[in-house]
């Protein structure tokens, strides 16, 4: 179908937050953030003048722009200076908005603050990310004091303590020679050695950060764990991003097939639809509740803005059934954004209606229809259809 033939009516963006500093203060005995380490990450966050920027973008409010934020505590992740957003990654996600106005200007030459509906996690990271993005997008707007970011205390946007995230290697130990990286075995011995973990040993995982935000996060059973590669992948893309030099022994090899191995884990844990439907069947039900609307009409809004986490994004991209030709298993880096875009035909019948969806700005297609990007909006509905009744 022409392009001319189409109408572009909604854009919906969701996107993990910018680079952001390391959560986890340590792992085994060689790896362990002394206060040089703490310095370094602290002169790295966004600086106190770039916030007060960034709150002149946009402010915080409920579900609604009436509605105050949420009272329970922001979840953290890891006790200051420990997984904020930086510079960098204020500065990421800034070019990332300009982007995006860019390749809709026409689309949102004339944007007010009305047409944006803005949705984070509770989270210090999501919500600057956010702000990030809308400086890029909309500059204009700096000084309106009428844009919102909507937080919702239940964190439908991420899969929360349900994913039990650090213990995800441990539940998948028998089933690691699935992984793609063949060497597995060999591979975590290095780490191990380089981390200076005796076999078998737990992470201990060392907090200042209450325990009441801790416990929005993950079961306090969670506090000692096991190896982990969502541990090990952490460490060391903060640490490349910021040439902070690597743990002895560890190299960008190892950082690669890290990645490569904690995406099989994300995926292949994903991949139980009952758990999945349980963690995130909130969240599909949020972003697909956008669409509907903005089919509708029911919606004035022209952009909708998510911002979340890997979980976000990774949860989407399965109970969408989501796919790149050619990559096994897609994993959001830290900015990455998948970008929805609403369709109508001008001709008739015109309630014909269609979904295009990029990651990372390149093409990805819904389940088995690879024919086009633009796939037809009834199909989505049988594939969020199944994933529901899964």
Known sequence: MSSDDLELCHVMLVFRHGDRSPVLPRMG?????????????????????????????AKTAGLTRDAPPPTNGLIIGGGWPSGYLTQLGSEQMIAHGK??????????????????????????RTIRSAQSVLYGMFPEHLLSDDIFIHLDENCRLSMGKQMDYFNMSTKLKSRRHESPVKDIDVLERLVQDAAGLDEGEDVKWSFRTPLSILTCIMPLSTISLTFLWLLVREILVCRK????????????????KTIEHNAWEWHATLGNK?????????????????????KQGASSHKLTVLSGHDDTLT??????????????????SYGSMIVFELWRSKKTPADEWY????????????????????????????????????
């Not at 600086?47 to 007060?52: G, K, M, N, V, Y």
């Not at 991003?241 to 690669?256: K, N, Q, R």
């Not at 009952?274 to 903005?294: C, N, Q």
């Not at 990651?359 to 969020?384: A, K, M, Q, R, W």
Request: glycine share 6%; charged share 20%; with cysteine.
């Open 315 to 332: 949860a989407l991209l399965v109970a969408l059934q989501l796919r790149k030709p050619g990559v096994a298993h897609l994993m959001p």
């Open 29 to 57: 005995k060689n790896i362990v953030m002394d206060d040089k380490e703490k310095a370094f990450w602290a002169d790295r966050l966004v600086t106190s003048e770039h916030e007060a920027v960034l709150d002149k973008m």
């Open 99 to 124: 982007a995006m106005r860019a390749k809709y200007a026409t689309f949102l030459a004339d944007a007010t603050p009305d047409d944006l509906y803005v949705r984070s996690t509770n989270v210090p």
């Open 241 to 256: 991003a910021h040439a902070f030099p690597f743990p002895a022994g560890l190299t960008d090899t190892v950082l690669d």
């Open 355 to 390: 979904v295009a969806a990029t990651f990372d700005e390149e093409p990805i297609y819904f389940g088995d229809h690879t024919e086009s990007v633009l796939c037809p909006f009834g199909h989505v509905e049988t594939l969020v259809a199944a994933f529901h009744e899964g």
């Open 274 to 294: 009952p758990f999945l439907k349980d963690a995130f069947g909130g969240g599909v039900h949020e972003v697909m509740g956008y669409l509907h609307t903005a």
